[in-house]
């Protein structure tokens, strides 16, 4: 029995009970902004060559559409995620899945490149709102044993949603065009909406630093420990920094520079890379000779081999820590991008070169973020955790801006397919050259 003048420590209740019903609910609903967030983010790829034809648009032109996205999105990320910490995470997530809801409705009434170029860049923010808070509020339900598992298994949900654009693309473009596409990516948020609204519950850690959190703590503890008695009077504690002045500024703190620097700079070279094949791997393939919907299914092949890695990640990198699996995958993703250039002239005898290449590719890639992103929730503490995964991601968001961008250049200057594999081989080779050369980061109890 809890006496009512006792005080709780929330890491220490999380940790010593396993994963129950509540857990598992906030990752769904998480899961769920992030399939949604991963099919709006990745769809504008898939629907390039479609576009192109559509519009008779030349390749180089297409490279400012994916950019646009990509660079609301870092704005999403540097704004939201930071403002999340002050605000909360469920009015965050639930703002920005109605935010990218409604301009990707829009997108699909678009009539030109410039209304392309003004919805992509709004439905962007939202998407990038939505993406640490959701990391965050999943790993802040999460035992430490089991955190980097459920948050990796949790972010697979961008990559589902990958697929099912990649899915939707080759089953709906030649039937009804490519805004169709656009107007599934938009309704589908807008009716998860007031389910978010209803049923998300607010960080356990926000909770505790406001006055008014006690009673909503009292109702979310009764939920992970359904045997243990917790009187109104009882008092929840969490917080071991209280942050102030620029939350930015709070990365830096506390000996964290070291690790916030390491981590942008893995995020810059693993979105560079990831951005580059999710965007133009439709186009380069579909140029090679295959058709928009093959192309847009072997793309897909990305997103699907992100999910085997998570998969085998999240539980290796409890037991061995982030920078041992991210070493691996990022080395293992050097070779297989360059493979992809020398797999992909030779699709006219056969496909499963270049699928097995792809595939590789999306293990490494795809996987390794979803690997880095677990390891930003575990190094920063909940105070600036949004913050933190925030900024890191939007960071990794210019590379992701660079790589779709540098792309369409060596494109219209001619490159062929093997030099252009070669040089984007190289963001895996400098990734594991930050991962191994830098000591190991440390991971949070809370």
């Not at 180089?60 to 002050?86: E, H, N, Q, R, T």
């Not at 982030?322 to 991008?337: D, H, I, K």
């Not at 992701?400 to 540098?406: F, K, S, V, Y």
């Not at 369409?408 to 050259?433: R, V």
Request: charged letters at 10%.
């Amino acid at each position: 029995m809890i006496t009512p003048a006792a005080r709780i420590d929330l890491p220490a209740l999380i940790d010593s009970r396993p994963v129950g019903r509540l857990q598992i609910t906030v990752a769904a609903l998480c899961g769920a902004v992030m399939l949604l967030d991963g099919l709006n983010t990745q769809v504008i790829g898939y629907l390039g060559p479609a576009l192109s034809q559509d519009w008779h648009l030349a390749r180089a032109v297409l490279a400012p559409v994916f950019s646009a996205g990509l660079a609301g999105l870092m704005a999403g990320l540097l704004l939201i995620g930071p403002l999340s910490d002050k605000i909360g995470r469920k009015p965050a997530i639930v703002l920005s899945t109605l935010l990218f809801g409604c301009f990707t409705l829009l997108t699909a009434a678009a009539h030109g490149v410039i209304d392309l170029l003004i919805y992509r860049t709004a439905a962007g923010i939202g998407l990038g709102g939505a993406i640490p808070n959701a990391l965050a509020l999943t790993g802040e339900y999460c035992p430490k044993r089991r955190r980097a598992t459920l948050v990796v298994i949790m972010f697979c949900g961008f990559s589902l949603g990958s697929i099912l654009g990649g899915g939707l693309s080759a089953a709906l473009i030649a039937h009804f065009g490519w805004r169709a596409i656009f107007a599934i990516g938009g309704v589908l948020p807008l009716a998860l909406t007031p389910v978010l609204a209803l049923t998300l519950p607010e960080s356990l850690y926000f909770l505790a630093r406001k006055p008014t959190g006690q009673p909503q703590l009292v109702k979310l503890a009764r939920c992970i420990d359904p045997m243990q008695t917790f009187p109104p009077g009882v008092q929840f504690t969490a917080s071991s920094e209280n942050p102030s002045g620029v939350p930015v500024a709070q990365l830096f703190s506390n000996g964290r520079a070291p690790g916030t620097l390491l981590l942008w700079g893995v995020f810059f070279m693993n979105l560079m890379e990831f951005y580059f094949l999710q965007n133009w791997l439709p186009t380069i393939y579909t140029d090679s000779g295959l058709s928009i919907e093959t192309a847009a299914l072997i793309t897909t092949l990305i997103s699907a081999g992100g999910i085997a890695a998570g998969l085998l990640t999240g539980p290796w990198m409890d037991r061995a820590g982030p920078n041992r699996v991210l070493g691996t995958l990022y080395a293992l993703g050097t070779v297989s991008v360059a493979a992809i250039g020398v797999t992909v002239g030779t699709t006219s005898a056969s496909t499963w070169p270049l699928v097995i290449a792809t595939f590789c590719a999306g293990f490494s890639v795809s996987g390794g973020q979803k690997t880095v992103n677990a390891a930003a929730v575990l190094f920063y503490p909940p105070e600036v955790r949004s913050t933190g995964t925030g900024w890191a991601l939007g960071i990794g968001r210019l590379g992701g801006i660079l790589g779709p961008a540098a792309g369409g250049w060596l494109l219209a200057q001619g490159w062929s397919n093997a030099n252009i594999f070669k040089l984007a081989a190289l963001p895996m080779l400098c990734a594991t050259a930050l991962v191994l050369a830098t000591p190991s980061v440390p991971v949070r109890t809370t």
